[in-house]
Nanobody, 116 residues
Framework: QVQLVESGGGSVQPGGSLRLSCAAS????????MGWYRQAPGKQRELVAI???????NYADSVKGRFTISRDNAKNTVYLQMNSLKPEDTAVYYC??????????WGQGTQVTVSS
């Protein structure tokens, strides 16, 4: 079965940086889209950034210019470089993949806390 293993969350002061990683394994089909979503307490899960196998990216307005998504197709791994972090970035971050047959899978989530 498909497994997504996330790493890189943690606590950081405002203005700091973190890098999240998510390695996917077990899929019989190529991964079309890889991305990150987040859910803050009391709020709905929201899109942070996605990247297609072609390299095309899409970002939430709230993170544009601060976050960068990238992927290594050979390793089925997606990264999220987060710079200039703000307290409002505090959330559980979830990795998500969508295969070429539109199956979707979620990671277990990793906590990101931005606080002074």
């Amino acid at each position: 079965q498909v497994q997504l293993v996330e790493s890189g969350g943690g606590s950081v002061q405002p203005g700091g940086s973190l890098r999240l990683s998510c390695a996917a394994s077990g899929s019989s089909f190529s991964i079309k889209i890889m991305g990150w979503y987040r859910q803050a307490p009391g709020k709905q899960r929201e899109l942070v950034a996605i990247i297609f196998s072609s390299g095309i990216t899409n970002y939430a307005d709230s993170v544009k210019g601060r976050f960068t998504i990238s992927r290594d197709n050979a390793k089925n791994t997606v990264y999220l470089q987060m710079n200039s972090l703000k307290p409002e970035d505090t959330a559980v971050y979830y990795c998500n993949i969508q295969t070429i047959i539109s199956d979707r899978y979620w990671g277990q989530g990793t906590q990101v806390t931005v606080s002074s």
